[in-house]
């Protein structure tokens, strides 16, 4: 590899983002990568290995990885985390029946020492469904006060399909990402 070749590289991966999208099974997660890249939501699958979507945003490049969540495939997800500067942490806020699961899930998560450094938003997804937990409910059920104080997160009410939410939500995590690792040029 010749020297520019490298240079280019470096120059490319300068304003790259690395974006983990977990949470449990049918939480909303390729929803909201479809929605925030403007593609039909209207037919979607459960995802049974992973997506990646490179989007624009703003100044940045970001590679969304966007993994399945069903209890059979958790085990693999930390084939992913290398190299994650964000995190979101997708919750159906309508699925009451499931949050200490989620609660779990997300623990188990967040004490990977490959993913220490990462900010970490949460998206209280499916707030446009009835009996939907608000996001300060979701604090509590997921216990989010009780993170290492060093951990840089935030909780966003969003709605997948209306597209309520995600901006502010994406518009936190890249400002983040980019105060620790740009330094905010």
């Not at 495939?73 to 989620?102: A, P």
């Not at 060093?150 to 105060?179: M, N, P």
Request: proline share 1%.
């Amino acid at each position: 590899m010749g020297l520019l070749s490298i240079i280019r590289k470096i120059k490319k991966k300068e304003k790259e983002m690395r974006i983990l999208m977990v949470g449990l099974d049918n939480s909303g997660k390729t929803t909201i990568v479809l929605k925030i890249n403007g593609e039909d939501t209207s037919v979607i699958s459960p995802t049974l290995g992973f997506n990646i979507r490179t989007i624009r945003y703003s100044k940045y490049s970001l590679n969304i990885w966007d993994v399945g969540g069903q209890k059979t495939i958790r085990s693999y997800w930390r084939n992913y985390f290398e190299q994650t500067d964000g995190l979101v942490w997708v919750v159906d806020s309508s699925d009451v029946r499931r949050l200490s699961d989620c609660r779990l899930e997300l623990h188990n998560l967040l004490k990977e020492e490959r993913l220490s450094g990462a900010s970490l938003l949460v998206f209280a997804n499916k707030q446009d469904i009835q009996g939907a937990l608000k996001p300060e409910e979701i604090v509590k059920v997921l216990n989010l006060d009780g993170l290492d104080k060093t951990r840089h997160w935030k909780i966003v009410g969003c709605s997948a399909y209306t597209g309520e939410g995600l901006l502010e939500g994406f518009d936190w995590l890249v400002q983040d990402i980019a105060s620790r690792i740009y330094m905010l040029d």
